[in-house]
């Protein structure tokens, strides 16, 4: 038996025998060329065909995958017809006199190169577009076809790495998973795995292809990034079992699945999905949650060098909403700072980071940082059912700053002639006992409130909940936290402004009634403890 580890793409097991797909991996020729001009008209033709046939995988990818994921070629289309691109092909063909296929190979490596050099993730897996688009011009400079062939039955296609129109291209009546040598979670064509729900793990390793063998029996995990080539009997009873389970969880969902979340005596209340990054997205909808009850955006700030930029966080938040298809998608604003740092920030050191300069207090001390993430939400609200959250209020005054802030960004925008929501709902978290004390003079001013039980419970103790040493003494069901939190349902429902709850107690069954009595009406937890809490609010009965 032969193990490998790499990144799990989509969490579910695979087995069956393998499939190697082999790319034509021809070396481009360079060529001395007098004609300049005349290559340069044979980069325009190539274009023209490349973008034909993008469009033709745009639409198959709709099919198959959705319109999300028809976008991924729509930004292939805009980067091969990118200025920047183009110019730097005809540079190569001008200053080296050489043929155009060589020249778009140089480009493209380029390019590559600059891409994968950057910090920022999301950027470097743009390199692997490149190759992508470039891979294409070149086969239609050459007249050369791709040459790729799997197994004419279903089985694991293993490749050293996979581009996203390769991926629309396979059958994938003939697949039971995708692994690959190379290749990021931020890569587009992870992107369209994700979504085609299909077992995948990426990046195992340079030597995987070597050691494997076609038709050997594989076994691939998607939760933990384990594949096992020719595994031992062992290794096959336990994911005989993981692969069980996933199926008992799977026949749940389509039991479940398009089901109320309702008591057995008529209450209801809405069960939402916490996700801290564009990657939990498909695990969201996969678990049929009813929304997204917090995205945590700190992901943006957290994997850079830098702050991201307007146009860097508006993709990703767009890429959200389009992604739930009209689900309400509650986004909170930068919650960095205590146990959350980034260097470029220059956060200095605190005694205690958790009472000190964090949340919304960088926000309204950083004016144009906060207008930067607001302007992004706001020309992102156009694509979905957008709620902006706030965390760490205390005060009404921090409140009507916010507010006002949101306000001059609105006017701005539409200064400016750019579209956004006008349905734009605005909401708080309640997370310190200040908020929680006057949540009946904020609750007139929003439009829902989201208790963080996880601040709200260490704020209340004045416990540390990341010291060891005093995890006896931080009591989630406290009397003084529960108190709290029904005097918030109270003062929500008082004014018509909606609550629920997105803190670690939103999945603690042993408080589901309760919180159902308290009038909550959402609970938003981790994807996969969605269905799990259907269940349990399904059976339950609320009135004697």
Avoid: W
Avoid at 101 to 110: F, I, K, L, R
Avoid at 439 to 445: I, N, T, V, Y
């Amino acid at each position: 038996m032969k193990a490998f580890v790499g990144k799990g793409v989509y969490g579910a097991i695979a087995a069956g025998t393998v499939s190697i797909f082999r790319k034509r991996d021809e070396a481009v020729r360079r060529i001395h060329i007098e004609d300049t001009e005349a290559e340069k008209q044979r980069v325009e033709l190539a274009m023209k065909e490349s973008t034909a046939q993008l469009q033709e995988i745009c639409e198959k990818a709709g099919k198959e995958a959705g319109k999300s994921d028809a976008a991924i070629f729509e930004i292939h289309r805009i980067l091969l017809n990118d200025d920047d691109y183009h110019n730097a092909i005809c540079k190569v063909i001008e200053d080296q006199q050489v043929n155009a296929e060589y020249a778009v190979s140089t480009a493209a490596d380029n390019l590559s190169e600059m891409f994968l050099a950057m910090e920022d993730g999301y950027m470097r897996a743009r390199a692997a577009d490149i190759r992508d688009i470039s891979d294409r011009m070149i086969r239609n400079l050459t007249g050369v076809t791709s040459d790729q062939t799997i197994s004419r039955n279903k089985a694991v296609i293993c490749a050293s790495e996979f581009s996203p129109s390769e991926i629309v291209s396979i059958d994938k009546e003939k697949v039971l998973a995708f692994v690959t040598e190379r290749g990021s979670l931020n890569s587009h064509t992870a992107i369209l795995v994700k979504d085609m729900n299909i077992p995948a793990v990426f990046g195992v390793g340079k030597e995987f292809l070597s050691v494997i063998k076609e038709g050997g029996e594989i076994i691939v995990d998607g939760f933990s990034g384990e594949v096992f080539f020719e595994p031992d009997e062992e290794t096959r009873r336990r994911f005989v079992r993981k692969a069980e389970e996933d199926g008992n969880r799977k026949r749940l969902l389509q039991e479940l699945k398009g089901r109320e979340n309702v008591t057995r005596d008529g209450k209801k209340i809405d069960i939402c999905a916490n996700i801290g990054s564009i990657d939990d997205v498909s695990a969201a909808l996969s678990n049929d949650a009813g929304g997204i009850g917090l995205f945590r955006t700190e992901f943006l700030y957290l994997e850079g060098s830098d702050y991201p930029t307007e146009e860097k966080q508006f993709i990703a938040y767009k890429r959200v909403l389009e992604s739930m298809k009209g689900k309400k998608v509650i986004i909170r604003t930068l919650d960095i700072g205590a146990d959350k740092q980034a260097d470029y920030f220059q956060l200095k050191k605190e005694e205690n980071p958790a009472l000190g300069y964090r949340a919304i207090r960088i926000c309204l001390t950083r004016p144009e940082l906060f207008r930067t993430q607001l302007r992004a939400l706001y020309r992102a609200s156009v694509f979905g059912n957008l709620g902006i959250m706030f965390p760490m209020l205390t005060s009404v005054s921090e409140l009507k700053e916010i507010l006002a802030v949101c306000t001059a960004v609105r006017e701005e925008l539409a200064a400016q002639g750019i579209r956004y929501g006008e349905n734009v709902e605005l909401g708080i978290m309640i997370e310190t006992p200040a908020a929680a004390l006057i949540s009946d003079r904020l609750a007139p001013m929003v439009d829902f409130f989201s208790i963080g039980t996880n601040d709200l419970t260490q704020y209340t103790l004045a416990c540390d909940r990341l010291n060891p040493d005093i995890e006896r003494f931080v009591d989630p069901h406290h009397e003084a936290v529960l108190r709290l939190i029904g005097m918030s349902a109270e003062n929500a429902h008082k004014y018509g402004v909606r609550i629920g709850i997105c803190g670690e107690l939103a999945a603690d069954m042993a408080l589901t009634e309760t919180f159902m009595r308290m009038g909550i009406d959402e609970l938003s937890v981790s994807p996969s403890f969605v269905l799990p809490l259907r269940d349990f609010v399904r059976k339950i009965k609320i009135n004697p």
